[in-house]
């Protein structure tokens, strides 16, 4: 399959602050990517919908203000939490479709991000 | 609207015995779906997905999954569970045809006894 790189890993951050997370397709062209929120033992929560040169579609409750979506190229998308406050604490995900011609949308590895 | 259903939010078996974890879906159109796992503290794998070919869906570490139109049904199966199958399975559903967002089930956490 494809592969999407996601970084960091891991991040902690302090309160106040603002932290941004990549989303890479490292061999193929990512037309649409999709960002998740995984609260602890929850499920994944579609947060919003990028494509490429276009204005991220947030989906109902997400604050777009706060979560800042970019996909200024074919393969990067980055999500920027803004003045992060600990219930911000979560595992973030992204997931990228585009020109294989697959059936199926390719994950990141996540990122743990804990605010303090 | 497209939902997913799992039924059961713990499973627990004892190794070498079948696995399975059951998923009910609601789609409007011919769906997609798919079955993630995913290990603690890690990110999501494919197990293997459905879309439109045949019917009963072979995926990888022997896992297998069938699709049933007239149960609205998807489950995953395994004849036999091996301790590294101890991990959380999510039951996945295109929201739209054609497009790659995704509706996640609640997730089933599979436990595999000695």
């Known amino acids: 399959g494809a592969v999407v790189s996601q970084h960091p890993s891991r991040v902690i951050c302090k309160s106040g602050t603002s932290v941004k997370i990549e989303c890479r397709s490292l061999d193929f062209q990512a037309t649409t990517m999709f960002w998740y929120r995984q609260f602890p033992k929850q499920s994944l929560m579609l947060m919003a919908t990028?494509?490429?040169?276009?204005?991220?579609?947030?989906e109902q409750g997400v604050e777009k203000d706060k979560f800042l979506i970019n996909h200024a190229s074919l393969t990067l998308s980055t999500l920027t939490v803004t003045s992060a406050h600990p219930e911000d604490s979560s595992f973030y995900i992204c997931?990228?479709?585009?020109?294989?011609?697959?059936?199926?949308?390719?994950f990141g590895q996540g990122t743990r991000l804990t605010v303090v | 609207a497209q939902s997913v259903t799992q039924l059961d939010s713990h499973v627990s078996v004892s190794e070498g015995t079948p696995v399975l974890l059951r998923c009910n879906y609601s789609?409007?159109?011919?769906?997609?779906l798919f079955w993630y796992v995913q290990h603690p503290n890690k990110g999501l794998q494919l197990l293997l997905k459905y879309t439109s070919a045949a019917t009963l869906v072979k995926g990888i570490n022997g896992f297998e999954a069938e699709f049933k139109k007239s149960e609205t049904s998807f489950h995953l199966t395994k004849p036999s569970a091996h301790m590294s199958d101890a991990a959380e399975y999510f039951c996945?559903?295109?929201?739209?045809?054609?497009?790659?967002?995704?509706?996640f089930g609640t997730g089933t956490r599979l436990k595999v006894l000695a």
């Open positions: 996945v559903v295109s929201l739209n045809s054609g497009t790659y967002k995704y509706i």
């Open positions: 789609s409007s159109y011919s769906p997609s």
């Open positions: 997931s990228a479709s585009g020109d294989r011609g697959n059936t199926e949308a390719f």
């Open positions: 990028s494509n490429e040169g276009s204005k991220a579609t947030y």
